[in-house]
C-alpha cells in the first residue's frame, strides 16, 4: 500500500517549452503532497507544498509563475515548468502524505520514483 | 538553526560486510526519525521510522538507532549485498511542522 507514481518517469524539451509532470497516490486519498527537486548528488529540496482544492504554499526563492502547481483532486497533483530552461534541468520527486496510515508516526510522506527533465 | 549532518559523505566496502552510517541533528524538538534508501534515478524509500522515543527499530539487514540526549542516529547495514548501493538520507520531523530537514546523505557502494 502508500504507492505514489509519477509520470513521466523521463523528459526532455526544448528550451521555451512548458512541462507537466503528474504524480497520482495509487491507492490512498491524499489532502496533501508535495514537491521537491534534486540536483545531482544534492539531497532534496522542497520546492512548494500542495493541498487539495487551495494553493500551493511554495518555498522561498522559488518562483510561483514557473512552477505552476495543481491539485485538483485527491489523488493527482501535478507541476507545471513554464517557459523551461536548460537551468531548470533536474530530478523533480514529488510525496503525498497519507493521513489515515500516520498514527504513531505523525507527517508519514510517501516518496514517487522522480521525473528526470532535461531542457535543451 | 535545524540541520541534519551525516557521516561519512560516501564509503565504499566488499559485499558481506558490515557497516554504520551516522547521523548528527540539531532538530530539537522532532517528532520522528527516518532512514531512507534512495537508488539512482529514483525515488526515496522508507527503511526505519523512530519516534523521539524509540532508540532502536530494525528492517531486516538494517538496525537504526537513536539517541536522543546526544542527537544521533546511526544506520548500521549487515552483511552487505550489491543492491544496497544506493545514497542513504536521514530525515527529522521536527515537531509542529510538516516539513522534513533532510540529511546530507551517505553515498554507500558494495564491490563483489
Known amino acids: 500500500g502508500a504507492v505514489v507514481s509519477q509520470h513521466p518517469s523521463r523528459v526532455i524539451c526544448k528550451s521555451g517549452t512548458s512541462v507537466k509532470i503528474e504524480c497520482r497516490s495509487l491507492?490512498?486519498?491524499?489532502?496533501?503532497m508535495f514537491w521537491y527537486r534534486q540536483f545531482p548528488k544534492k539531497s532534496l529540496m522542497l520546492m512548494a507544498t500542495s493541498n487539495e482544492g487551495s494553493k500551493a504554499t511554495y518555498e522561498q526563492g522559488v518562483e510561483k509563475d514557473k512552477f505552476l502547481i495543481n491539485h485538483a483532486s485527491l489523488t493527482l497533483s501535478t507541476l507545471t515548468v513554464t517557459s523551461a530552461h536548460p537551468e531548470d534541468s533536474s530530478f523533480y520527486i514529488c510525496s503525498a502524505r497519507d493521513y489515515e496510515r500516520e498514527g504513531l508516526y505523525y507527517n508519514e510522506q510517501f516518496f514517487g520514483p522522480g521525473t528526470r527533465l532535461t531542457v535543451l | 538553526k535545524n540541520q541534519v549532518e551525516q557521516s561519512p559523505q560516501s564509503l565504499i566496502i566488499l559485499e558481506g560486510k558490515n557497516c554504520t552510517l551516522q547521523?548528527?541533528?540539531?532538530?530539537?524538538?522532532?517528532?520522528?526519525l527516518r532512514w531512507y534508501k534512495q537508488d539512482t534515478g529514483r525515488g526515496p524509500v522508507s527503511l526505519t521510522i523512530?519516534?523521539?522515543?524509540?532508540n532502536t527499530k530494525s528492517n531486516g539487514r538494517y538496525t537504526a538507532t537513536l539517541d536522543a540526549d546526544t542527537k544521533q542516529s546511526s544506520l548500521h547495514i549487515t552483511a552487505s549485498q550489491l543492491s544496497d548501493s544506493a545514497s542513504y538520507i536521514c530525515v527529522v520531523s521536527p515537531s509542529g511542522t510538516y516539513k522534513y530537514i533532510f540529511g546530507t546523505g551517505t553515498r554507500l557502494k558494495v564491490l563483489a
Open positions: 523512530m519516534t523521539f522515543s524509540e
Open positions: 491507492d490512498f486519498q491524499a489532502t496533501t
Open positions: 547521523c548528527n541533528y540539531t532538530v530539537s524538538p522532532f517528532s520522528n
